[in-house]
């Protein structure tokens, strides 16, 4: 589905990819994880389209459709929620615009038989791309991923622009899902999502054909809708069998190998260093020296996975506060036309 060749990317004069190489699958459900500012949001932007690597290529199967949600809020005005949503789903119109024409057309005494029979020819194939896209249920999918998502039916009708910003990332998010999309990139899609919605994105996910790469802090969502693990580090990334819960098991043991292992390769370096300093000015044992140092040369030291800082706070006891900390009155407030708040 997409091929990544040798890439590498940089962000403010730093390393962040090098010499990645990797290929993603059909089906593939992807945990995306690594430290915070080590490239995870930067990689799905690479994979949409909207930066470019400086050196290496993405290559994509022809025809793939992505569906893409930032962490930044998209604002969305000037039509009414259902309408947003249809229009991710441009084809739809397009055919009933279509359809239409050609009604128009065949109601015209003036056509010959050849024109006709082209017409409905033309009929037929779209009747038949309906039955594809599953036409005549596009309004009740629509109404089944908004509610899901947590608008009301009501909501449907209402200006995009009355909706705060964490239901205009869920209109962005019901339009990915009611998309036809081969690959869902998800970053942080859990933001703004109480416990009832997060639960049916979930089970969406799930019984979902798309590929999914998603980035979440959210453990128990990550590791629900994943199968697979994607790991940023040291400037690589690593594949990983298995969800987050899977991954970070494996990790344990990895970095007990590597520990093992650094020790290993620690000890070797001090006793070659020692036989080199030690047989260094001896005529007899130059050959062994000069060995030794093209070893040390080319040894490749072993890495350990960083660690994650802890930060502890400690915010001293507050003062304490009067009887009435906080005091509204005559407060308003709307989004557009919407009422929230009245006196």
């Given at each position: 589905?997409?091929?990544?060749?040798?890439?590498?990317?940089?962000?403010?004069?730093?390393?962040?990819?090098?010499?990645?190489?990797?290929?993603?699958?059909?089906?593939?459900?992807?945990?995306?994880?690594?430290?915070?500012?080590?490239?995870?949001?930067?990689?799905?932007?690479?994979?949409?389209?909207?930066?470019?690597?400086?050196?290496?290529?993405?290559?994509?199967?022809?025809?793939?459709?992505?569906?893409?949600?930032?962490?930044?809020?998209?604002?969305?005005?000037?039509?009414?929620?259902?309408?947003?949503?249809?229009?991710?789903?441009?084809?739809?119109?397009?055919?009933?615009?279509?359809?239409?024409?050609?009604?128009?057309?065949?109601?015209?005494?003036?056509?010959?038989?050849?024109?006709?029979?082209?017409?409905?020819?033309?009929?037929?194939?779209?009747?038949?791309?309906?039955?594809?896209?599953?036409?005549?249920?596009?309004?009740?999918?629509?109404?089944k991923v908004c509610t899901g998502l947590g608008f009301r039916e009501r909501d449907l009708v209402r200006n995009t622009e009355e909706f705060s910003g964490g239901w205009q990332m869920r209109i962005q998010l019901a339009k990915i899902l009611l998309a036809e999309n081969d690959l869902?990139?998800?970053?942080?899609?859990?933001?703004?999502?109480?416990?009832?919605?997060?639960?049916?994105?979930?089970?969406?996910?799930?019984?979902?054909?798309?590929?999914?790469?998603?980035?979440?802090?959210?453990?128990?969502?990550?590791?629900?809708?994943?199968?697979?693990?994607?790991?940023?580090?040291?400037?690589?990334?690593?594949?990983?069998?298995?969800?987050?819960?899977?991954?970070?098991?494996?990790?344990?043991?990895?970095?007990?190998?590597?520990?093992?292992?650094?020790?290993?390769?620690?000890?070797?370096?001090?006793?070659?260093?020692?036989?080199?300093?030690?047989?260094?000015?001896?005529?007899?044992?130059?050959?062994?020296?000069?060995?030794?140092?093209?070893?040390?040369?080319?040894?490749?030291?072993?890495?350990?996975?960083?660690?994650?800082?802890?930060?502890?706070?400690?915010?001293?006891?507050?003062?304490?506060?009067?009887?009435?900390?906080?005091?509204?009155?005559?407060?308003?407030?709307?989004?557009?036309?919407?009422?929230?708040?009245?006196?």
């Open positions: 589905m997409i091929d990544i060749r040798n890439l590498s990317v940089q962000f403010t004069g730093e390393n962040l990819f090098e010499d990645v190489n990797i290929k993603l699958h059909r089906n593939d459900k992807i945990a995306l994880v690594g430290s915070n500012g080590k490239g995870k949001s930067t990689l799905l932007k690479l994979l949409v389209g909207l930066e470019n690597p400086e050196d290496g290529q993405i290559i994509k199967q022809k025809g793939l459709r992505i569906g893409y949600l930032p962490q930044e809020i998209i604002s969305f005005k000037n039509k009414k929620l259902v309408e947003e949503v249809k229009s991710a789903i441009p084809e739809v119109e397009s055919i009933a615009e279509r359809e239409r024409e050609i009604v128009d057309q065949l109601n015209s005494d003036s056509l010959d038989h050849d024109e006709r029979e082209e017409l409905l020819n033309a009929l037929g194939s779209l009747h038949h791309r309906k039955e594809e896209l599953d036409f005549y249920s596009v309004e009740s999918r629509i109404e869902l990139l998800l970053d942080e899609p859990t933001n703004h999502l109480d416990i009832e919605t997060l639960q049916w994105l979930i089970e969406f996910l799930q019984s979902s054909s798309n590929s999914i790469i998603v980035v979440s802090h959210d453990r128990h969502f990550v590791n629900s809708v994943t199968n697979k693990t994607l790991e940023i580090f040291n400037n690589h990334i690593n594949f990983f069998p298995g969800n987050y819960e899977q991954y970070l098991k494996f990790k344990v043991e990895r970095d007990i190998q590597l520990k093992e292992l650094q020790k290993t390769q620690e000890k070797k370096i001090k006793e070659t260093e020692r036989f080199i300093e030690r047989f260094r000015y001896k005529n007899t044992k130059a050959k062994q020296v000069q060995s030794r140092i093209k070893m040390l040369e080319k040894m490749d030291t072993v890495e350990l996975i960083e660690q994650e800082k802890q930060i502890e706070i400690r915010f001293p006891d507050p003062p304490r506060s009067g009887v009435i900390p906080v005091e509204l009155k005559s407060v308003y407030k709307s989004y557009g036309s919407f009422e929230v708040l009245k006196n």
